[in-house]
Each structure stands twice: as structure tokens, then as C-alpha cells.
């Protein structure tokens, strides 16, 4: 007992050693270094002792060259801290930040009523948030993709955009065959292994433009990932000689019409209808494409934006909205002002239709 808990122990702190060499890369200062020693636990990836038994084996294998080589590979990632990943634990002040998010994204409440609940499941367990697969489905501009990918910034280990539109076969989320002159592994296996963690949010975006066919079906892969249990055990086509444990991943879809998805598919996931935001909900909306913008382009936090420019852009899509404030700093910058006024504004393009949206 005694020895295993030692092992547990390790493995712990092997996990922290990770974490801080996540935080050192991306140079963030020391109160985030602190931060990571505390904010992870731990996910056996793989069966390591497989792993080590197929290692041991694979030169004495049939296999072409660059395909043994990149196995090889592959083997000597898994066998790195015996087959073990962190996964990247909810902030202390979660609830603050999902209030923070209600107020950028007015019309996602029931999502954010969903996370709310999540991660009020995952602060009295592991701390490791577990959405049920939740597909985002609401017209275009209403914020869906960019509300994902900032709560994967904030709760979750890693974010990854597949995009859904046009694909039709199943290799780039489960692998190709490895018969193929290019085979190569799919997006999960690949971001398992060399993500910085093993629970991020995989955003399938417009899942409803999906094509294919019954023989090459884009749908494939999901009937597994998709199911907690069978997720457990994931096989890549390109290389199922080891199963990995994709079940930490938090699944997103987003679509404008769900209905046209497949009967199997569709049974797996929760469906969150976001509407487009209303006209009472516009300040908000502007504030987080104002806010968007600066990150974008830092210059443009050099410059304050007054009340009348809210009403001014009214009609404005927001990709127009981004378009125009930006605009509007580069004409503020050239008169050596750093309020930006109506004045500044380019002429209007992109209104909307009814009610503003986000943009993509």
C-alpha cells in the first residue's frame, strides 16, 4: 500500500514538474508559475506496461520504415512519465469568471447556466471540469465559437477547432488508414499526446455542414469519443496498436440547423440553442468586440471609447463593428487624440438583418 501510494505521490509531483514547464514556455509571470504547481491532477493516458511490451517488439515488426519510425516515435511519447498527462484543473474563482462571461455574452445564459453547474460538480470532486457533449446551435453571429474558445482559455486544458464544414471522412478527428502512402493519426490522438493536457475543449464547428459517405463517414470516430466508457479505451486507425483514454476531453459542437445531423450522432449530445443577442443587449456585445479588439491589436488599448459610440453602431454587424473601431483608432492616432468620437467612424457596412450578433 504503501509503495502505491509513494507511485501516486510521484506522479503528482512529475505532474507539477510538467506544469511549471508549461508556464516557463509561455512566459508567464510567477504568480501563474505558482498557480500551476496547484491547479492539476493526473490521467493514466495509457496502459504503460502495453506501451513498453509493444516497444519492445516493434523492430522485429513488418512494417515499412517511416511507418516503424513513426511509431517509434509515438511509443517514445507515451512512455514519457509512464504514460501519465495532466489535466488542467477550474480556477479558484470560477464563478467569478463565468459572471465576467454572462456579462460579454448576454444571450448564452443557458449555456453558462450548464457550465455554472459543471463546475460546481467538478469543485467538490477532482477539480477538473466534465461537460456532457454539447452542441451550440443558433444562427450565424450569435457568438458560438468565440464563447467556446474563451471558456476553453478558462476552464478547460487546451482548445482545438475542427472545422466540420465540408468533411467527408472520418481521418482527421480518428485517424487514417495505415495502409495509406500518407497516413498519418488523427486530430485527438495527436493533441492527447502532445497537447499540454489531456482534457481540452475540441470545438467541432458547423457540424451540420458535414458530407461524406456511409463508406467514409466523418461520423465514425464520434460514436466512440462521444460515449464516456467507449472514449476510455480510443483506438487511432493510423495506429491502434495502444488504446488512449480520451474520455477528459469536453466535446463542443456548433451549428445552425442540428435537426439535418445524424439520428445517432444527435442522441449523444445536449442540445443549448443561442439566439442572437437583442437590441437591449447590444452594450454588452460592443464592449466584448471592443475588448476583443484590443487583444488583437494591443495599440488600440491606447484609446478610450465614450457612450455615443454604442448608439452609432447600432445597426453594425460585428465583424463591420471590428472593422470600424478599428478605423477608428488609426483616424484618432492621425489627429494625435486618444478619444475616440463619432467623427472617427467610416462610413457603415455589414448591418444586421434583425438583432447584432458576434463575430466569428
Known amino acids: 500500500m504503501k509503495d502505491v501510494r509513494r507511485d501516486e505521490l510521484l506522479s503528482k509531483i512529475q505532474s507539477q514538474y510538467d506544469e511549471i514547464d508549461i508556464a516557463l514556455a509561455e512566459d508567464k509571470d510567477l504568480h501563474t508559475l505558482g498557480d500551476a504547481i496547484t491547479s492539476s491532477a493526473v490521467l493514466q493516458l495509457c496502459d504503460i506496461a502495453a506501451v513498453r511490451k509493444y516497444s519492445s517488439s516493434i523492430a522485429s515488426q513488418p512494417l515499412d520504415g517511416d511507418v516503424q519510425k513513426r511509431n517509434k516515435t509515438f511509443l517514445e511519447q507515451l512512455q514519457r512519465h509512464d504514460g501519465k498527462r495532466a489535466l488542467k484543473c477550474i480556477p479558484q474563482s470560477w464563478d467569478t469568471e463565468i459572471n465576467a462571461l454572462r456579462r460579454s455574452y448576454p444571450n448564452a445564459s443557458v449555456f453558462l447556466d450548464l457550465l455554472e453547474d459543471m463546475c460546481s460538480l467538478a469543485s467538490i470532486s477532482d477539480g477538473v471540469l466534465l461537460m456532457p457533449p454539447t452542441v451550440l446551435d443558433g444562427p450565424p453571429g450569435s457568438g458560438k465559437s468565440v464563447l467556446t474558445e474563451e471558456v476553453a482559455k478558462i476552464f478547460s486544458g487546451g482548445y482545438l477547432r475542427v472545422s466540420m464544414a465540408g468533411m467527408e471522412m472520418g481521418s482527421e478527428l480518428g485517424g487514417s488508414d495505415p495502409t495509406w502512402s500518407q497516413a498519418r493519426v488523427g486530430k485527438v490522438f495527436a493533441e492527447l499526446l502532445s497537447g499540454p493536457y489531456a482534457n481540452p475543449i475540441i470545438l467541432l464547428d458547423e457540424i451540420d455542414k458535414t458530407s461524406g459517405s456511409d463508406r467514409f463517414s466523418p461520423w465514425a470516430p464520434?460514436?466512440?469519443?462521444?460515449?464516456?466508457v467507449a472514449a476510455m479505451s480510443f483506438r487511432d486507425r493510423c495506429f491502434d496498436a495502444i488504446a488512449i483514454d480520451a474520455s477528459k476531453i469536453n466535446w463542443i459542437a456548433t451549428s445552425n440547423t442540428f435537426t439535418v445531423v445524424p439520428e445517432a450522432i444527435k442522441s449523444r449530445f445536449n442540445v443549448v440553442h443561442i439566439p442572437l443577442p437583442s437590441t437591449d443587449q447590444l452594450q454588452a456585445v460592443v464592449e466584448s468586440v471592443w475588448a476583443r479588439l484590443q487583444i488583437a491589436n494591443p495599440v488600440c488599448s491606447n484609446f478610450s471609447m465614450p457612450a455615443d459610440m454604442f448608439a452609432a453602431m447600432r445597426d453594425n454587424s460585428p465583424r463591420s463593428m471590428s472593422q470600424r473601431l478599428l478605423r477608428?483608432?488609426?483616424?484618432?492616432?492621425?489627429?494625435?487624440?486618444f478619444t475616440l468620437h463619432v467623427r472617427h467612424l467610416p462610413p457603415a457596412s455589414g448591418k444586421r438583418q434583425n438583432a447584432i450578433g458576434f463575430y466569428p
Not at 464520434?222 to 464516456?228: A, G, N, R, W
Not at 477608428?328 to 487624440?337: D, I, L, N, P, T
Open 222 to 228: 464520434l460514436h466512440d469519443l462521444l460515449e464516456p
Open 328 to 337: 477608428a483608432c488609426a483616424k484618432a492616432a492621425r489627429e494625435g487624440v
